[in-house]
């Protein structure tokens, strides 16, 4: 008798325990779905106000407020051409690789300092590839990578004002690996929207000590409809402007830009800087168009997003 109650609790049991897990399937299936469609809602009305505007008559949409924060983030990311040079692709096809410009010789760059490792060291390996010694931070994974020459893996998290034990500043990090006073450096930083908080916390001085800078920004959508957000991007970008020049952009197209007649944003914008004193008197007006034939789309079978010559 006991062993037959014994029995019919555990069926009872396991019927219960089954319905609970496909509730809990259920549940995220619908979670799943409510942001399937979220996305999908958001990029229908993001392309129906990029038709909508299309239509509408230029000067028109010129004076809105809309176009009028657009176009001021744009101006400040327009690029120039540094007279003279050639670029060459670091990184791999695809998402994780960037344009530079060629000067990546080891007597003109001692050292590179690339922040958010993620699952992709392939910037990291073709500049170590070249000679030069490689610092690579992100302090998100659980796993270093390991073995791979002329490169050193710390899981330390660049970082604004926000404190933490695994966090360091700009200037903290040069400092901990000497080189708090070279000026013969370059920058990787891909670090999903703290970016802001990074660069509007580090001082020119600390800045200017790289040649090149890549920075890949997130959220600048989001700026033009948040007051506070857009201040803080615009401070930074007129920072960042004040010692380098912005020589090339790519848009990344895991996001939908915003097109605001003839403008477009893109959500995330990948930026190549060269410091303003190593081409003094020598940048010029783009005559490029973006993306040029060393760009990639971040997502392989999916198509660029087109910039044109990106300025207002």
């Not at 760059?109 to 699952?119: D, M, N, S």
């Not at 710390?154 to 404190?163: D, H, L, Q, Y």
């Not at 660069?199 to 020119?204: G, I, L, M, R, V």
């Amino acid at each position: 008798m006991l062993r037959a109650i014994r029995t019919s609790m555990l069926r009872l049991y396991r019927r219960m325990l089954g319905t609970w897990q496909l509730y809990e399937k259920q549940e995220l299936f619908d979670w799943r779905n409510k942001r399937r469609h979220d996305r999908q809602m958001a990029t229908l009305l993001k392309l129906g106000n990029a038709l909508a505007y299309s239509q509408a008559d230029p000067d028109t949409i010129k004076a809105t407020a809309l176009y009028r924060r657009c176009a001021a983030i744009v101006a400040l990311l327009t690029p120039m051409d540094p007279d003279g040079a050639a670029f060459v692709r670091v990184g791999r096809d695809h998402d994780g690789g960037y344009v530079m410009v060629d000067r990546l010789q080891p007597d003109i760059v001692e050292a590179a300092y690339g922040f958010g490792i993620a699952t992709d060291t392939s910037w990291d390996e073709a500049i170590a590839a070249r000679g030069i010694d490689v610092y690579m931070f992100d302090h998100t994974i659980k796993v270093l990578p390991a073995g791979l020459p002329r490169c050193r893996a710390f899981a330390t998290g660049i970082t604004g004002r926000r404190k933490g034990p695994a966090l360091r500043t700009l200037s903290e990090l040069l400092a901990e690996h000497g080189h708090a006073a070279s000026r013969r450096l370059i920058m990787k930083m891909d670090v999903e929207g703290s970016e802001w908080d990074v660069f509007d916390e580090a001082a020119s001085e600390v800045l200017d000590q790289f040649s090149q800078i890549v920075v890949e920004y997130h959220d600048l959508t989001a700026a033009v409809y948040s007051a506070a957000l857009l201040e803080k991007v615009r401070g930074v970008l007129t920072k960042l402007n004040r010692t380098h020049q912005s020589v090339h952009v790519h848009a990344n197209g895991l996001r939908l830009p915003l097109w605001v007649g003839p403008l477009v944003l893109p959500d995330i914008l990948e930026v190549t800087y060269v410091r303003r004193t190593d081409w003094e008197g020598r940048l010029s007006p783009s005559r490029r168009l973006f993306p040029t034939d060393l760009d990639m789309p971040s997502d392989e079978g999916s198509p660029d997003i087109y910039l044109g010559r990106f300025a207002p």
